[in-house]
């Protein structure tokens, strides 16, 4: 009864420090040793003894997860701990819409092989060519938009 009891304390010290720790080892060895502490249950006093140690394995963790996602962020402490902010911006620049593009005649900006850039009305494009090879200054048109980029063909 001791080793059962005392594995229940080291898994709940473990998940307190793992609040306060940046990994998830804390956690998992706080997790580990209240898994030990059923088992024990379950060998020393059968399934009576273990289901009663499993419901209080569990109920321990729930309260442990609710002060640690529930409670602790609202604290003046725990406000420190959680990220409040966001960041708005994209890695990639929206590309154009579908409409707005296709049919249109641009410039290539660079050589097409068969990747590069094209200009359209002053704003440079990722773009593919479906015609192979094109040199810089070559005037194409537009015929689809891919995820990132523009298909385009000599006319």
């Known amino acids: ?8 304390l080291l898994g709940i010290v473990f998940l307190v420090f793992e609040v306060f720790m940046p990994s998830s080892v804390l956690g998992f060895l706080g997790g580990a040793a ?3 502490a059923c088992v024990l249950a ?3 006093y ?3 003894g273990g289901g009663l140690a499993t419901v209080a394995g569990l109920a321990i963790l729930g309260f442990a997860l609710y002060a640690e996602f529930g409670l602790l962020p ?3 402490i725990g406000k420190r701990f959680f990220l409040h902010d ?3 911006a ?3 620049p929206p590309l154009a819409e579908t409409a707005a593009v296709v049919g249109k005649f641009c410039e290539a900006a660079t050589t097409l092989a068969p990747s590069g850039y094209v200009m359209i009305e002053g704003r ?3 773009a593919f060519s479906q015609s192979g090879h094109v040199a810089k200054g070559t005037t194409l048109k537009v015929v689809a938009v891919d995820n990132f980029r523009l298909t385009v063909t000599i006319p």
């Open 46 to 48: 059968g399934a009576r």
């Open 34 to 36: 209240m898994l030990w």
């Open 1 to 8: 009864m001791t080793a059962i009891i005392l594995l229940f």
């Open 42 to 44: 379950f060998l020393n």
């Open 86 to 88: 966001s960041i708005g």
């Open 124 to 126: 440079r494009y990722d």
């Open 90 to 92: 994209t890695s990639q």
């Open 74 to 76: 609202k604290t003046r």
